[in-house]
């Protein structure tokens, strides 16, 4: 019965021995420490209750061989293919191309379900149910930083009339743009800024605008274009950043760590940790150009200022932070800060 097991363990004490050797000694702790730990019944931790002890031991030292495996090989690359710590590949590229290739790099690893199924419950729990019916069934829609086209699709699905859908470059819509044609979807994408959007005044009965603006030169010009284009009596919604608390704070010292370690670098790292590809949205937080976060009453006095009327929303998600502060955890607002900001506007 633990003889697999014991195969995996003496391959275990091989390959430590060789990370030690080649300079990572660093991730043998790592590996030795989690092994250890889901040694005893109970993993007070984790809080794991250990029910099938042998069958659960053997998978888990098994996955960690997998890991220690490509760890050696990652030390062994990188100390061959010195890499300079000092330079991000990405500085070379214009704030907008380096933008849009990052999300593109990110979106492509998505699966087709990811992006029909997935964008389709997240939109369904972030805007309330009163406002889809009203505001975007039957109605023309501007999906404005479309990004992959995910939400493109989800509002085609939601029954808009017709998705207008922008972004920076096409390269970042390739995959929805498909998705639309081979399923007939009312969408149609346009590359291009949402700072200069090429559409007359007032041609929109929704504008969808989910975190775009924090990633660009300027939030107010981006709003103005909003409130441009929206109808009389239109509505929206936007998402932005926030600030304050330790979630952001930690994020905006993570971007500065992130400054001297190359994005392929960091990448191949979270390959290692056997990550799946939607965890690796980390990496938009680490490498993106812009990121600039909103204190609530910056962002109400810009409203006011442009026209617009606003209400508040909380996401219905339990993943979002300002889900998370509506919730009445202890010191929620010294973890989370001023959350998220999510609103629908509406050109009165
Ligand atoms: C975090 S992504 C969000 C994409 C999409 N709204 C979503 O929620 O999946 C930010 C997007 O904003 C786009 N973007 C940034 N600046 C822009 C600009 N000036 N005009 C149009 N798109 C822009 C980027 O190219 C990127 O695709």
Redesign the pocket.
Known sequence: MAEKYFEELELFSQKCSELIINGGAHLTVIACHELYRFLYPYEPFERFVNCDPVEFITRKISSLNSWLESSLNFIKFYSVNRIDMSKNPMEKESI?RA??NL?TDL?NRFSEDTFVKE?FELLSNRIPPTIIEDAVKGKVVL??????G??SIALALANAEKVYA????EQ?YRLAQRLADSRQLPIIFFE????NLPFEDGSFDFV??????H???SIKQ?LREYYRVLRYGGRGFL?LYATGGIFWETRIKMREIFKSIPYEFTKDMLKIMGLPYNRFVFL?TWY?PIETHTSRQELEDTFKELGFKFTKIISANIFDLDYALSENIKDASIMWGEGEHRYILEKG
């Open positions: 907008e933008t849009s999300y979106w964008s999906d404005m930083g479309c990004g992959s995910r939400y922008i972004d920076l470059y970042s291009g800024s949402f700072h969808f605008c989910n975190g775009t603006l990633h660009s030169t981006g998402y938009d993106v």
